[in-house]
């Protein structure tokens, strides 16, 4: 594979380059075993009696799901395949921004259709492959903070560069396409644009100086030859999902950092490194130009990512904090909310085949006006335990649990995981919790690997509990509700709030739950957002081939969920090649803005290069969207 080949693979596949799954698999035996040994076809998985747990006949709501109208204020549409955007009869959508607008004036004009953007403005436009985002109302103006997971060299460096970086400038330009973008955003009578020269208007990006806190803060682990002191970090990678404190900051979270580490010479392959996918080649040849990214001279430069960030939108000169509390892997989405007693309790995905899920609480409590010092830099990590009666527990991970110091503990959190017994899940992306019941829920996006092979530190992937089939190519979202209906408590009871699959290709376990149909199926469950009525906002990231086992599925596209019914109706398809992630609403919430990665073809402008959009999606009658 030529070089500049690996920066156009999934970040999956980079990872399997150095972890390849099996070459062999008899896919017919694995569904038999998976139909067999959990009961699919007879409905003995418990669906049924999971959904006592709750209430409501979710996973056995057959005949409400099929009238998936019922509970929406919009008429359901088809699949697409086209490059194009759909949205409902009586909505409009328009792009707000896309990767290359200019932030400053002195930046307009910046992106060229055939050639990109230059490297001196490369830090005074959108970044590119906008991912999960937060909406703040900041004296009376309305702040967008929205990620920039990664670039594609291909698309963003100079044609003469065949796709990799050939200089440190050029190295520098991806550095700064990437991180977060904070700007303002208004409605100018023609739809929402960015605010040009807003004084809130900010880049953060993979140079950005920040702070660290918690318990990591100054160790051995994250000292390097720049940073003695292990105080100041430089940037944040691989700004994936997203999350909002109840206070009124912004939490960016840090998923793929192992793919910008390589080496030059010799270095320690540790098993910290085997266990994160840090290696020897980067993503994008940083290690050449760049030595903070070279194990060979910096191999604690690692340890300074894959954390959960803090900025403050509503002050530009403030420094990011990556709170190591929060634990280290990587990082999905922040779902924030409070136990009864006050506690802030985040709850947290590790983005990674076979990996786990968290949350953090923490020792002091909150109120509205309070200072927020501590809070999350002081607390515990949890990880959860599923078990196949439909319960569940978080199982704290302290230098006692563990027998690791608490600073190894928080950088090497997934080995720690793996000794207090986790469950190993089916890449646990975002979290999002319910506004107006106690539940949470999480969205398994995918796992090849279920039942075929262990995970990168060793833990079995066994069919089970909430991960129940093998080579699991549909992916499913779990949900639970905490005992006492308290975020703060340990126990836990859980069902599956769906089971994506496509019954057109199936009649067994890979056909989905009953509130799959063929009108409304879809593939890798990925972005999740609850709107404040309650409704689960669903986007995908998952194959958009619309063949063999993914016929009739069409383009990745997002999708509004019932979680009292189960109902399921899909509201957009995004264009070929892109997937839908981050949303979040305007202060009126008449306006729900919505990312757009990784596009195929021209789009959005019709013309050269594709550009990751965030777009603005309203109801013609001027009513609110969720």
Same mark, same amino acid.
């Given at each position: 594979?030529?070089?500049?080949?690996?920066?156009?693979?999934?970040?999956?596949?980079?990872?399997?380059?150095?972890?390849?799954?099996?070459?062999?698999?008899?896919?017919?035996?694995?569904?038999?075993?998976?139909?067999?040994?959990?009961?699919?076809?007879?409905? /003995?998985?418990?669906?049924?009696?999971? +959904?006592?747990?709750?209430?409501?006949?979710?996973?056995?709501?057959?005949?409400?799901?099929?009238?998936?109208?019922?509970?929406?204020?919009?008429?359901?549409?088809?699949?697409?395949?086209?490059?194009?955007?759909?949205?409902?009869?009586?909505?409009?959508?328009?792009?707000?921004? $896309?990767?290359?607008?200019?932030?400053?004036?002195?930046?307009?004009?910046?992106?060229?259709?055939?050639?990109?953007?230059?490297?001196?403005?490369?830090?005074?436009?959108?970044?590119? &492959?906008?991912?999960?985002?937060?909406?703040?109302?900041?004296?009376?103006?309305?702040?967008? +903070? @929205?990620?920039?997971?990664?670039?594609?060299?291909?698309? #963003?460096?100079? /044609?003469?560069?065949?796709?990799?970086?050939?200089?440190?400038?050029?190295?520098?330009?991806?550095?700064?396409?990437?991180?977060?973008?904070?700007?303002?955003?208004?409605?100018?009578?023609?739809?929402?644009?960015?605010? @040009?020269?807003?004084?809130?208007?900010?880049?953060?990006?993979?140079?950005?100086?920040?702070?660290?806190?918690?318990?990591?803060?100054?160790?051995?682990?994250?000292?390097?030859?720049?940073?003695?002191?292990?105080?100041?970090?430089?940037?944040?990678?691989?700004?994936?999902?997203?999350?909002?404190?109840?206070?009124?900051?912004? *939490?960016?979270?840090?998923?793929?950092?192992?793919?910008?580490?390589?080496?030059?010479?010799?270095?320690?392959?540790?098993?910290?490194?085997?266990?994160?996918?840090?290696?020897?080649?980067?993503?994008?040849?940083?290690?050449?130009?760049?030595?903070?990214?070279?194990?060979?001279?910096?191999?604690?430069?690692?340890?300074?990512?894959?954390?959960?960030?803090?900025?403050?939108?509503? #002050?530009?000169?403030?420094?990011?904090?990556?709170?190591?509390? *929060?634990?280290?892997?990587?990082?999905?989405?922040?779902?924030?909310?409070?136990?009864?007693?006050?506690?802030?309790?985040?709850?947290?995905?590790?983005?990674? $085949?076979?990996?786990?899920?968290?949350?953090?609480?923490?020792?002091?409590?909150?109120?509205?006006?309070?200072?927020?010092?501590?809070?999350?830099?002081?607390?515990?990590?949890?990880?959860?335990?599923? &078990?196949?009666?439909?319960?569940?527990?978080? *199982?704290?991970?302290?230098?006692?649990?563990?027998?690791?110091?608490?600073?190894?503990?928080?950088?090497?959190? $997934?080995?720690?995981?793996?000794? @207090?017994?986790?469950?190993?899940?089916?890449?646990?992306?975002?979290? +999002?919790?319910?506004?107006?019941?106690?539940?949470?829920?999480?969205?398994?996006? #995918?796992?090849?690997?279920?039942?075929?092979?262990?995970?990168?530190?060793?833990?079995?992937?066994?069919?089970?509990?909430?991960?129940?089939?093998?080579?699991?190519?549909?992916?499913?979202?779990?949900?639970?509700?905490?005992?006492?209906?308290?975020?703060?408590?340990?126990?836990?009871?859980?069902?599956?709030? @769906?089971? /994506?699959? &496509?019954?057109?290709?199936?009649?067994?376990?890979?056909?989905?739950?009953?509130?799959?149909?063929?009108?409304?199926?879809?593939?890798?469950?990925?972005?999740?957002?609850?709107?404040?009525?309650?409704?689960?906002?669903?986007?995908?990231?998952?194959?958009?081939?619309?063949?063999?086992?993914? /016929?009739?599925?069409?383009? #990745?596209?997002?999708?509004?969920?019932?979680?009292?019914?189960?109902?399921?109706?899909?509201?957009?398809?995004?264009?070929?090649?892109?997937?839908?992630?981050?949303?979040?609403?305007?202060?009126?919430?008449?306006?729900?803005?919505?990312?757009?990665?990784?596009?195929?073809?021209?789009?959005?402008?019709?013309?050269?290069?594709?550009?990751?959009?965030?777009?603005?999606?309203?109801?013609?009658?001027?009513?609110?969207?969720?």
């Amino acid at each position: 594979m030529k070089k500049s080949d690996i920066a156009d693979l999934s970040w999956d596949d980079f990872d399997e380059l150095r972890d390849p799954r099996p070459e062999e698999n008899g896919f017919d035996a694995v569904v038999e075993r998976a139909i067999s040994r959990r009961g699919f076809l007879g409905g /003995a998985l418990a669906f049924g009696s999971a +959904a006592t747990v709750f209430g409501a006949g979710v996973m056995g709501s057959a005949t409400s799901a099929r009238a998936q109208a019922a509970a929406f204020d919009f008429q359901p549409i088809g699949t697409a395949t086209d490059f194009e955007i759909h949205v409902p009869e009586g909505y409009q959508w328009k792009p707000v921004v $896309r990767w290359g607008d200019a932030l400053w004036s002195e930046a307009d004009g910046a992106y060229s259709p055939e050639t990109g953007v230059a490297f001196e403005m490369s830090d005074k436009v959108f970044g590119e &492959n906008t991912d999960g985002m937060e909406l703040f109302a900041v004296d009376g103006k309305q702040v967008i +903070a @929205v990620n920039s997971e990664y670039v594609n060299p291909k698309i #963003n460096l100079p /044609a003469a560069s065949e796709g990799m970086p050939t200089s440190a400038d050029e190295v520098r330009m991806l550095q700064n396409f990437q991180g977060v973008t904070v700007m303002e955003v208004a409605d100018n009578g023609d739809g929402y644009a960015v605010v @040009v020269d807003s004084p809130l208007n900010r880049r953060i990006d993979h140079n950005t100086p920040m702070t660290m806190d918690g318990p990591v803060a100054g160790s051995d682990l994250v000292k390097t030859n720049a940073d003695p002191d292990g105080m100041s970090p430089l940037g944040t990678l691989n700004n994936c999902g997203s999350g909002k404190t109840l206070w009124g900051t912004y *939490l960016t979270c840090e998923e793929n950092f192992n793919g910008y580490f390589g080496a030059t010479g010799e270095y320690d392959a540790t098993e910290g490194f085997k266990r994160y996918g840090i290696g020897g080649e980067g993503r994008y040849a940083y290690e050449k130009f760049d030595a903070r990214f070279d194990l060979s001279k910096e191999p604690n430069e690692p340890h300074r990512h894959g954390w959960i960030v803090e900025i403050d939108p509503a #002050n530009p000169d403030s420094t990011p904090v990556k709170h190591t509390a *929060l634990g280290r892997f990587k990082h999905e989405n922040a779902a924030m909310t409070q136990a009864k007693d006050g506690r802030i309790v985040v709850y947290m995905g590790d983005d990674e $085949r076979g990996e786990f899920m968290y949350k953090f609480v923490s020792n002091g409590t909150w109120d509205e006006g309070q200072p927020t010092d501590g809070l999350l830099s002081d607390g515990t990590l949890y990880v959860a335990k599923f &078990n196949d009666d439909l319960t569940g527990e978080w *199982l704290a991970l302290t230098p006692e649990t563990t027998g690791m110091a608490l600073d190894e503990m928080l950088v090497h959190a $997934r080995m720690a995981g793996s000794k @207090v017994g986790a469950t190993t899940m089916d890449r646990p992306e975002w979290i +999002a919790v319910n506004p107006v019941k106690t539940e949470a829920y999480c969205a398994l996006t #995918n796992n090849k690997n279920r039942g075929i092979k262990p995970n990168a530190g060793g833990d079995e992937t066994p069919v089970g509990g909430p991960n129940p089939r093998e080579s699991n190519n549909y992916g499913q979202i779990v949900r639970w509700v905490p005992n006492g209906d308290d975020h703060g408590e340990t126990a836990f009871s859980w069902d599956l709030y @769906v089971m /994506a699959g &496509n019954p057109k290709v199936y009649d067994n376990a890979y056909a989905g739950s009953d509130n799959v149909t063929p009108g409304n199926m879809f593939n890798s469950p990925d972005g999740m957002i609850f709107d404040s009525k309650g409704t689960l906002w669903i986007q995908t990231d998952g194959n958009y081939s619309n063949e063999g086992d993914f /016929a009739g599925q069409g383009n #990745n596209q997002m999708l509004a969920g019932n979680t009292e019914t189960g109902e399921i109706a899909r509201f957009m398809t995004g264009p070929y090649g892109c997937e839908v992630t981050g949303m979040c609403w305007s202060v009126d919430r008449k306006v729900a803005f919505v990312g757009i990665q990784h596009p195929g073809g021209s789009w959005p402008d019709g013309e050269g290069k594709p550009r990751s959009s965030v777009i603005a999606v309203w109801r013609e009658d001027g009513a609110t969207v969720g």
